[in-house]
């Protein structure tokens, strides 16, 4: 066996024959040579009887898989092995098949009863590795059986099968986003876990699919606080933040008191300045102000949270640490943020990119709660040794944190930045000088000394910056500074920098009174060369020119008309208009003399000093430590931080009852069997809830909450969804109503015991624990009613259960199952007919397959295919659904939406005698005999297009009249995606080249950059499936047109630098040729 020279060649040295090793020389023959012996020798020990050589391979494949290679064309060997005894190579496995289950659908989709088996092994590593391969095919029609998968895991004796199967729900809900309603039941099932393990994951899979569901938190909101300080880091910050959000909506703002007392925020942190400005009448002002609200007491449940939370801010997780100086920012009463300071300063010891992220919400927090960091100023200190980005987040803060006090070290500091080398430093310094000089009005006349000196600074930038920082600080105190505006007016000609041109010349033109010899002068001199100025120097110009003939005519007049006739004929349209406006403003004439009486008012009139603000200082809106806040823009996927409520809601919506029997059949078990059954999990959960309050109350209080949310609402909830449907439908008799409710209840006591009973009761109990849960069941309706308010409890609607008959079947074994007799239905195109018929047994509902094939995106929106006023009232639109046709898969599918806005029923709407092009067939759609006034209706039908952009002509008819009406398709819905590896991929694109190729160079957009935006704007133009590609600059998509099934290819190389480039190859080359076009406009809009 020649394993030697293949282990060398894994190695990462010279490439063997089969395999091309990219980092040499391309035309050394490696990249040229036939890969079909590729990997042979790993193929060969796959096949051995010896599971030695089997776990060699394995372990050589994910080595390979690790180091990022492809291993894809290994897929069929390793899945042979997927029913292999050897739990090792078993384990191995399940891993390579999750990396590659989702490209190589059909193949993984052939084992799935394999997986179904590996969901009842002993193992539960194995039960977790085959239900994350479950859940890694990405394939529509398997869902109800990842459905049932992950209901089985979640009531898995195994905490790890419990928290995969919370890991498995976020992926079943982004395949079909239809089984939310069974999802969250999934989800309140296992928010009552007790067990750490499983804790953040639930919660991970809570925000994903249900966050607006904040009852489901209620009952076990004490129990996720106690837990928090066990769970795994990445569960603390996923339960920190979902705990922030639920406290906003659950307790009142501590802080709402002292909003009566406060004038000032930033005085509320000093109780000094705050004594030393109330005057002898202010108390008794105060006294009668308060009794209109109650004196604020924190609740309870409030004070636990901020209290388990507190020693995680000495956690070695800089997420974690962020994560509870967030809440403790928008939950904490003001006296208590201050202790998130330090740990906030300690974070700054670390990478640059922690200190970035740290630094950010430091300089919003540093805003409102100043007091806060000032004890620790000097660990903002700048560093030389610090990146730009860090240099100016430092320099953020340090500037927040002036105050009358400590601004003359903060300003020592910034005479030493400003002699940095980094440019974009300096500028920044510099305006933090402007900033502090603007809100402490005593460094006022320093801090402008101090850039006056800059301005002989030899570097432009330096100059230019200081030019525009002492123009906004020049106009708050104006007369006292004629002396600066006549050294600026001297720069003018050695400044070349717009902006600091154009700052310079708006000062003289609007404090002109104070320098009346030098401003008719400077405007000489721009009027020089004011054809080579920018456009901003040119609009100031003609402000000043202006402002001059208005003051000073004598001496500007021939200026000001040379000035505004070179403007009258500028390439800029904005100073070509300006110039018009000006004229027509300051030089009377017979028509607008009205205006021109009002000039001075206009051009001279006093204007507001501007405000210079921190740019962090709005961004408390959004919630800290968040990408939003991050880069102050609403993220995908953000979640509001909610407003305080006015009023405290109902606290009791928290309690836990529990009756008596239950404490002591509780505290006998706990005698009886001292030792728990998982001891690496309980031993988890065990200390925690001694921590903080009883054990026993705490164990029957999570135990209770489960058999409550078990039983009594899914019980109440059946007979609601019962009702709605006899109501509703009429479909189903008493009867059978019953027949189901019963099944219902009977499943419900059976799992009750394994799901009440997991921590610590032995098997021989199970009689004890059967009956206390039925009990339970009884009360748990009434309970639940006067414990929960409405306004929390929610409604499940009638589609959200599965069948009782699937419930009743044993999970996932497929072996005995003979699914209901259904309508016999056309597979899509898109999978082979083979397969279909492998898959048609895995059916665990009674409805047929098609729903669960139809792809849910749809074509282009609606378009009018008959307008209201000329149908008579009877409006006309169509969508692209593209979904399968069931009458005829090589029919694109139409669904026409008829609505009536006319007074009078509309009668026999049917399709007429159609006239179509050669090749152009349709399927007509079943008469609609009446459609009422108001109502509208909904019909499918099926248009062959034979591979063409002709348009479909027909006829629509009612009982009284016919109209003329046509369907032309875009290129893009004239085909069906498919399923392709990315070497199936290369294989077919090299068959279709040179006339079947087309190619195209494009310029995408900044906004068209990510890859969701992308792939979006691609597969709404066409119908192509995306396919796995192995770089990350390059899309490829994949599809075959409807009637001739021939292959399109596209492919998008989207570099980072130069022009992009769109590829699509396909044997119908007009398809082809409009396809580019249209996927080129979609990309380049």
Known sequence: MSAAPAYNEDKGGSAGPGEPEYGHDPASGGIFS??????????????????????????????????????????????????CKNIEVKKLVYVYLVRYAEEQQDLALLSISTFQRGLKDPNQLIRASALRVLSSIRVPIIVPIMMLAIKEAASDMSPYVRKTAAHAIPKLYSLDSDQKDQLIEVIEKLLADKTTLVAGSVVMAFEEVCPERIDLIHKNYRKLC????????????????????????????????????????????????????????????ASTALPAR?????????????????PLLQSRSAAVVMAVAQLYFHLAPKAEVGVIAKALVRLLRSHSEVQYVVLQNVATMSIKRRGMFEPYLKSFYIRSTDPTQIKILKLEVLTNLANETNIPTVLREFQTYIRSMDKDFVAATIQAIGRCATNIGRVRDTCLNGLVQLLSNRDELVVAESVVVIKKLLQMQPAQHGEIIKHLAKLTDNIQVPMARASILWLIGEYCEHVPRIAPDVLRKMAKSFTAEEDIVKLQVINLAAKLYLTNSKQTKLLTQYVLSLAKYDQNYDIRDRARFTRQLIVPSEQGGALSRHAKKLFLAPKPAPVLESSFKDRDHFQLGSL?????????????????????????????????????????????KEKPFYSDSEGESGPTESADSDPESESESESKSSSESGSGESSSESDNEDQEEDEEKGRTSESEQSEEEGKKKKMKKRKKVPEGQEGGLSSDEGSDSSSSSSESEMTSETEEEQVEPASWRKKTPPSSKSAPAAKEVSLLDLEDFTPASVQPVSPPTVMSTSLAADLEGLTLTDSPLVPSLLSPVSGAGRQELLHRVAGEGLAVDYTFSRQPFSGDPHMVSVHIHFS???????????????????????????????????????????????????????????????????IQPPVGELMAPVFLSENEFKKEQAKLTGMNEITEKLTLPDTCRSDHVVVQKVTA??????VPCGTSDEYRFAGRTLTSGSLVLLTLDARPTGAAQLTVNSEKMVIGTMLVKDVVQALTQ
């Open 900 to 966: 009536n806005s006319s007074d009078t029923p509309i009668k026999a709407l049917h399709l007429g005698t159609p006239k179509l092009p050669p090749g152009i067939s349709i399927q007509e759609f079943p008469e609609i005999e009446s459609l009422a006034p108001g109502e509208s209706a909904t019909v499918v039908m099926g248009i062959n297009f034979c591979d063409s952009t002709q348009a479909a002509n027909f006829q629509l008819c009612t009982q009284t009249r016919q109209f003329y009406v046509s």
């Open 226 to 285: 106690n837990l928090l300080i066990d769970v795994e880091e990445w569960g603390q910050v996923v339960i920190i933040s979902m705990l922030t959000r639920y406290a906003r909506t659950q307790f009142l703002s501590p802080t709402q008191n002292e909003s009566l007392l406060e004038e000032n925020s930033e005085k509320a942190f000093y109780g000094s300045e705050e004594d030393e400005a109330k005057g002898p009448g202010s108390e008794e002002a």
């Open 34 to 83: 036939s890969d079909y012996k590729r990997h042979d020798d790993l193929k060969a020990m796959l096949d051995t009887n010896k599971d030695s050589l089997k776990l060699e391979a394995m372990k050589r494949i994910v080595a390979m898989i690790a180091r990022g290679k492809n291993a894809s064309d290994l897929f069929p060997a390793v899945v042979k092995n997927v029913a």
């Open 628 to 672: 939003s806040h991050l880069l102050n823009a609403k993220a995908t996927g953000y979640q509001e931080l909610p407003d305080w409520p006015e009023e405290a809601p109902d606290p009791s919506v928290r309690n836990v009852e529990v009756p008596e029997w239950t404490k002591c059949s509780n505290r006998e078990k706990r005698k009886e």
């Open 294 to 310: 109650k004196p604020y007491v924190m609740d309870p449940d409030h004070r636990l949270l901020l209290r388990n939370t507190k």
């Open 1021 to 1026: 133009t066409a119908n192509l499936g995306r």
